[in-house]
Structure formats: structure tokens, C-alpha cells
């Protein structure tokens, strides 16, 4: 008799276990957190730290697993797309594409906007910044935050560029983005748009001679082996990056999990920017130690006047008055 009662507490207590780690289970969710850069770049520092706040504060109710090197998509027009359509739940995106998505967006993209990383913050962490990202949610996608790609700078495999006369001629690639099209005509280059996924090759075969980026990026995806031996300081545009979700999957969320999801993102985009800032003297060093030839005196007036017309060419889409809210930002 006691056998029998002892086996039967013993199978109650399995099957309660059993019960309560299958509930468990069915709590838990796994979310896909996408990017178009590898682990080492900044902008995955930021998912990694995100993901593990997220997966703390719900007591593991909610992972988040990073697909970073464009494993979701071709580049990130592909994966904000995806974003729209639920099948990616997270995307760290610069915002080369996303004018198509959320056409306010390219108010950021304009050359010399921003005089330095303080000016930056002053102007996204403020209402501008937050009108921007959520003028998002028309597209289906919920923007929670800004994070960083960096001020970006022009390299190439041809010659040291001190002035943007050096630049002439200079066939490069520029993210999908039509104000920075402008701009590099403008300067008398000969920009191509291009996905970052078709890039590192397209360097390679010497489809192109040169592309512009931040110095996370150009480490991250060591150019220096596709050729790109010459990197000017030219800090010509500042290139924000929106952490953006899924609108759908944001609000079929529990309210709680809203407030959280909005809350760590703003946190870690203040963890991630330093992150990004504070690395960039290092990988420069060890970018020279590769052989790359850095360019810090640039002429950068130079510059800045040959790509002054875009202003008045898209006058109409962002007026005089908008630009000014952010260039006067003190
Ligand atoms: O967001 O496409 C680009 O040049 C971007 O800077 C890159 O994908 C990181």
C-alpha cells in the first residue's frame, strides 16, 4: 500500500514538473534581432546587450536571437521589408533605405548637418528625433530608438584624397539613398547605389574604386582586404541607425513588455553610441597596421561647398526651416 502511494506521489510530482516546464515553454518566445554588419560591430555589441537586458527583465520570457552579416536579407531594404511583413521581428538599420519607408527620415542624411556627436545627441535623444522615428509607424514598423553607425568617411584603392578635387572622377558605391547620391555628384564623383551586402566584392573585382562609411564598418568588414587602402577622415554626413520592430508583433505585446521593449532600447542607445565613439581611435590605429594609408588633414570646407547645392535641390521635401531646427540645435 505504501509502495503504491509513494509511486503515485512520485508520477503526481513528474507530471507536475513535466507540467509546469511545458507551461513554462509555452511562455517563452524566441525573436529574430537582424543586421547587415558581423558580431563585432558596434551595432551588435548593442543587440547582444539588448537581448540579454530583454531576456532579464522578463525573467526569460522573451529571447532574442541576432542574425547579424545580412543573413536575413540581401542588405537592409531587403530586412526593413521584412520588418513590415512580421517576418523579422528587430532590425538595427542605418537609414540608407529608409527614406523609401519613411521619406521624414532623410532629413539626417544631409551633408555637414551635424556638427559633432554632442550636436547629434541634443537632436535625436530631443522632440525631432522622436517625431522621426515615429513618423515609422505610417509604414508598419514601430521605431523605438536611435542607435549609431557613425559619422562616415570616403576611402578608396586609387589615391590619398586631402581635398574633394583628389575625389574626381572616383567611381563609388553609396547606400540607396537619394540625397547622398546627390551629394557625391555634386562633388564630381561617379556614385552607384548598392546593397552593403554586394559591396566587399564589388571592391574586390574593381567594379568600384571607393565606398564611405564609418570607421566601424570599414573595420568590421576589413576592407583593407577588398582593396581599400586609402581612408580620409572626411566625416562628410552623420549616419544615424533606428532600432526598429516590428509594428504588428510590437503591439500585439503585453503593454508591460511595450513599456520595457521602448525603455532598454533608449538605454542601450546611449550604451551603444559610446561604444562606437570610444572604439574608433583604436580600430583607426589598427587600421594603419594594416597597411591602410589614414588621411586626417582633409580639406573638409572642400567638401562641404561642392555638396552645399543639394540644400536647394531638395528644398521642397525638407524646407529651409527644418534644416535650420537641426543645424541651430544648441
Ligand atoms: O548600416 O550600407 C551601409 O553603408 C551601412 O552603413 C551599413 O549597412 C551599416
Known sequence: MMKVCFHGLASLMALLLVGSAWAQSQDTRTMKLASAVPMDHPYNIGARKFADLIKERTNGRIEIKLYPSNQLGKG????????????????????????????????????????????????????????????????QIKALAFWENGFRHLTNNREPVKKVGDAKGLKIRTMENKVHLAAWKAAGLNPTPMAWGEVFTALQQK??????????VFHSSKLW????????????????????MSKMIFEALPKEDQTLFLKTALEVGKFQRKVNRDAEETKLREMVSRGVQVVRDVDRESF????????????????????EAIMNAK
Open 76 to 139: 537592409e531594404r531587403e530586412m526593413t521589408e521584412g520588418i513590415q511583413q512580421g517576418a523579422i521581428d528587430l532590425l538595427v538599420s542605418s537609414t540608407g533605405p529608409l527614406g523609401g519607408f519613411s521619406p521624414s527620415i532623410n532629413i539626417l542624411d544631409f551633408p555637414f548637418l551635424f556638427r559633432d556627436f554632442t550636436h547629434v545627441d541634443l537632436v535625436l535623444d530631443g522632440p525631432i528625433g522622436r517625431k522621426l522615428l515615429d513618423d515609422f509607424e505610417k509604414a
Open 304 to 323: 562641404k561647398r561642392a555638396m552645399s547645392s543639394v540644400y536647394d535641390q531638395f528644398s521642397s521635401q525638407f524646407p529651409k526651416a527644418e534644416i
Open 225 to 244: 582586404d577588398a582593396a581599400q587602402k586609402h581612408f580620409s577622415l572626411t566625416a562628410h554626413v552623420y549616419s544615424p541607425s533606428p532600432f526598429l
Open 207 to 216: 567594379v568600384i574604386d571607393g565606398q564611405e562609411n564609418p570607421i566601424a
